[in-house]
């Protein structure tokens, strides 16, 4: 057990440089190295070079340009070229002072001319990665040209971010377990505001808009796999068009208000009836500790973080700050905006199929109708889709999903491969005579080890003897593991393309997991046997 764990790879972990400067601080209140390298991760040795950097690290973090920079750096490496890094700064800096709009095209182009100007001798390539890295050094990052300031207040985003990412680690909350929700309101009888129009015709006449709305909330989680069902609110408690419906029968969880608004009563209603009980039972079907976390703008009709969370303490609410909503909340990151395309061109692909009159079908038209149509978008709605919309709050989420997703199939092949093991494969073979092979000279005739080519060839030749066996016995019914496999990666592919859901896709992963281990058990087989 100590050989093992003396061997065993530990995963390489390499810290901010704020996280390096809280290890030194705690070093210094009396915390043993052994403690802070077991905590953090790393070895002694590092927690030893970190503490001797603490004049260069209390430096770099006092002379970095954005007060996020420390959280988000590794490492103090500096630019090749630090003259022309400092006069790009100072350009840079003055350009905006002006107010004059920047782009990352016009950096580059300034950085060839410095370079010029300041006589540097070593080429300087001003490609899109120095680009990225100059940003990043100074802590620059891109805004959208608007009217409205509040946009602008970057250093909340970059502080929410990092104290977001932290309480994250420290209560080791995977992505499955962090939720978002946000509404929206939807016309749904909306219609084209553009029409096309013959050269002959110099206006386009119109209908006077419909104001009928309704409020759509959508929540799912960070890794995509968990879509809720959609939250509509409406003004009549129970609309005419619902006659010989139950509510709990819709796909979306009805709501009424007078004003079609969401309000505090119905948030808490659905936070504590609908959010906690679905997570509670999606994290228990996938084995994940019972506590979740739901991001939410800092809206009036959203109550205080206080009631938004459960006796407990594990399943709780956290806020946006204030004037970040539409940089970096979840939803706002193109998922609502795609549901209501396709929304839109639902109904006006069911407009052009019945071919009728545009009075006719906006009078047919129910409610009913809009909550399924706006259920079925969202149903359209990928995973994929919710992932990236996470980006701007987690950056690494991807990278992170796709290793966790890794170490799932390689738990889910070692599982498959112990349950297997105790099939009896090996029943007629005598394990006296495999354990004395084993341990047999690999020189010995009959004992020699194989190359690849060698391996192939005897499996292809014993793949034709089986099947001229089979052929001549009755093979009615019989599956082999190939057949099973190709079946298996087919149905994959078609899953994924269309966008099945994220649940019945893993379940199809852990069966083709399943399939390969009982392949690989009955080749081995076939080779022992062979040599026996």
Partial sequence: MEKERLTKKRKKIVLTIKQKLTLIERFEKGESMSKLSEEYGIGIQTVRDIVKQKNKLEAFARDCDSSAGPSKRKSMKTSTFEDLDAAMLIWFNQKRAEGIPISGQMCIEAAKTFHENLGIKESFNASSGWMTRFKQRHGIRQLTIQGERLSSNAEAVDEFCVEFQEYLQRENLQPDQIY??????????CLPTKTLASMKEKSAPGHKSSKERITVMCCGNASGTHKMKLVVIGKAKKPRSFK?????????????????WMNREIFEDWFKKKWVPEVQSFLKNKGLPQKAVLLLDNAPSHPHESILKTNDGLMVSKFLPPNVTSLIQPMDQGVLSSMKRLYRQKLLKTLVEEDDNLINFW????????????????????PVTLLRSWRSVLPDIETDLMDSEENKENVVSEMCGLVLENLNFFEDVDKENIEEWLNHDLNDPGFERMDDPDIV???TQKEENDSNTTSEEDTSGYVSHETALNCIETLLDYTEQRGTEYNNVIALRIFRSEIRNSLKKSQKQMKITDFF
């Fill in 180 to 189: 978002n929700a946000d509404e929206t309101g939807l016309y749904w009888k």
């Fill in 244 to 260: 010989g419906t139950e509510i709990k029968n819709l796909p979306v969880d009805y709501y009424s208000q007078k004003g079609a």
């Fill in 363 to 382: 009078k047919k038209m129910t409610v009913l109708d809009a909550i399924h149509g706006i259920a079925q978008s969202w149903s359209k709605i990928k």
């Fill in 457 to 459: 060839s005897l499996v």
